[in-house]
Nanobody, 116 residues
Framework: QVQVVESGGGLVQPGGSLRLSCAAS????????MSWYRQAPGKQRELVAS???????NYADSVKGRFTISRDDTKNTVYLQMNSLKVEDTAVYYC??????????WGQGTQVTVSS
């Protein structure tokens, strides 16, 4: 069983920045695919960014150039640096760990609100 815990959400003004963190348990964190998803009220959950074991990344078009995903395998932690935040970035952000055994684990989510 892998436990996934997000932190770092909050209220920020448009144009501001936040950094989300996600800690995952387990001895094999370095080979998990780690992803951030988000879900806004009334909308489906969508993929924001993913990072692979070789540290390659991919991003949703809506966040490219503004968000950066990274990982520190020594700390079993993945980060999402969010810059130039927009009102439409408001959502609950979820962290997902995907193992080589094709099992996924989700965190409880952290609220990000962008508002003036």
């Amino acid at each position: 069983q892998v436990q996934v815990v997000e932190s770092g959400g909050g209220l920020v003004q448009p144009g501001g920045s936040l950094r989300l963190s996600c800690a995952a348990s387990g001895s094999f964190f370095s080979i998990y695919v780690m992803s951030w998803y988000r879900q806004a009220p009334g909308k489906q959950r969508e993929l924001v960014a993913s990072i692979y074991s070789g540290h390659s990344t991919n991003y949703a078009d809506s966040v490219k150039g503004r968000f950066t995903i990274s990982r520190d395998d020594t700390k079993n932690t993945v980060y999402l640096q969010m810059n130039s935040l927009k009102v439409e970035d408001t959502a609950v952000y979820y962290c997902r760990a995907y193992t080589p055994q094709a099992v996924e684990y989700w965190g409880q989510g952290t609220q990000v609100t962008v508002s003036s």
